[in-house]
């Protein structure tokens, strides 16, 4: 018994610390754009422990949708990803999973989506949203501007 607390004390002494600064690589200015449809995301640069971002998506020159999006370390030093879709109250979802060039944050109460994924591939940026389980994703795939 004590030889598995003390392994699990090891382990999570281990662990690397989460934080912001980490998702630099998903700071800029990225967009989408395809059969009349377009999408913009940006991302400011983690300054002070917080990365603000905003997205709009359109057709045209109408906007059809926009979201304020915020990283910033929850309550155990943890990034937090928040989005704001059309201005509503914020949701959080948590970092789950990260390594240099993709991040996956979840938050399994929530309706949909409950996973939002970033993978960065050079001056490629994938985002894609689905349930806790993967099911019903939909991704956008954004070049740098």
């Not at 059969?35 to 300054?47: D, H, K, L, N, V």
């Not at 943890?78 to 789950?96: M, N, T």
């Not at 390594?99 to 996973?115: K, L, M």
């Not at 949203?129 to 993967?134: E, K, V, Y």
Request: proline content about 5%; overall charge negative; aromatic content about 10%.
């Amino acid at each position: 018994m004590i030889a598995a607390v003390l392994a699990l004390l090891v382990a999570v002494q281990a662990a690397p610390e989460q934080r912001v600064g980490d998702l630099e690589w998903l700071s800029g200015d990225w967009v989408a754009e395809g059969e009349g449809r377009w999408t913009e995301e940006s991302w400011s640069g983690p300054r002070g422990g917080i990365m603000l971002g905003h997205s709009r998506s359109g057709r045209g020159e109408a906007v059809r949708e926009f979201e304020f999006l915020r990283l910033q370390a929850g309550e155990d030093g943890v990034p937090v990803y928040y989005a704001q879709p059309g201005g509503r109250p914020a949701v959080a979802f948590r970092l789950a999973a990260r390594d240099g060039t993709s991040a996956t944050f979840e938050n399994p109460a929530h309706d949909f989506p409950q996973r939002i994924r970033y993978v960065r591939e050079g001056e490629t940026l994938t985002a894609t949203i689905s349930a806790i389980d993967g099911s019903n994703a939909m991704s956008w795939t954004f070049r740098r501007r």
